[in-house]
């Protein structure tokens, strides 16, 4: 059985459900030391102090997380995770000590009609934290590639199915 997922393959409401990540405040003040140096990413008073009222991750931290567990859990795709563009709200803050996961929905599959091999495909992804927050919304547009044509004289390709003979639509961790 083959395990990636094609265009061919996505319907119109299946979803996908990521394993887990902890965010600790090291890795917050990392990121932010790096790439998003305020103060209430990297020192604790003067977060207490600020709009976010304590140490909060760098929202491109979260989004940074997001795709990290989308690419080693999430769903599939074969050729990858491969972005055309993307919208993405930050909710509310992510804190050091939440664990944070994805669930996504595919809601609009378009193949293309002047690149036979592939089509787009929008997925909107929550990013939850352990209490069930939405603590981000990223709807992304993705260049999911098509099933390769296959030589008539061997045998069609199986449908993505589990052990059970129903239809996968997720990837649970």
Do not use: C
Request: hydrophobic share 40%; proline share 8%.
């Amino acid at each position: 059985m083959n395990d990636l997922l094609y265009l061919d393959d996505l319907r119109v409401g299946d979803t996908f459900k990521t394993a887990s990540h902890r965010l600790d405040a090291d890795q917050v003040r990392f990121f932010a030391m790096h790439f998003d140096p305020q103060p209430f990413h990297l020192d604790d008073a003067a977060a207490r102090q600020s709009f976010f009222g304590g140490l909060a991750a760098s929202g491109w931290h979260t989004a940074a997380t997001t795709m990290r567990l989308l690419v080693t859990s999430g769903p599939p795709l074969a050729n990858g995770i491969v972005g055309a563009g993307a919208k993405v709200e930050w909710k509310a803050p992510t804190r050091p000590g939440d664990v944070l996961r994805v669930e996504s929905e595919v809601i609009e599959i378009t193949p293309s009609s002047s690149r036979p091999d592939r089509g787009m495909v929008v997925m909107r992804s929550d990013t939850l934290n352990q209490r069930g927050e939405i603590v981000q919304t990223m709807t992304a547009t993705l260049v999911v590639t098509r099933r390769p044509a296959r030589d008539p004289e061997s045998s069609p390709p199986a449908p993505h199915q589990t052990e059970a003979g129903t239809r996968a639509v997720g990837v649970l961790s």
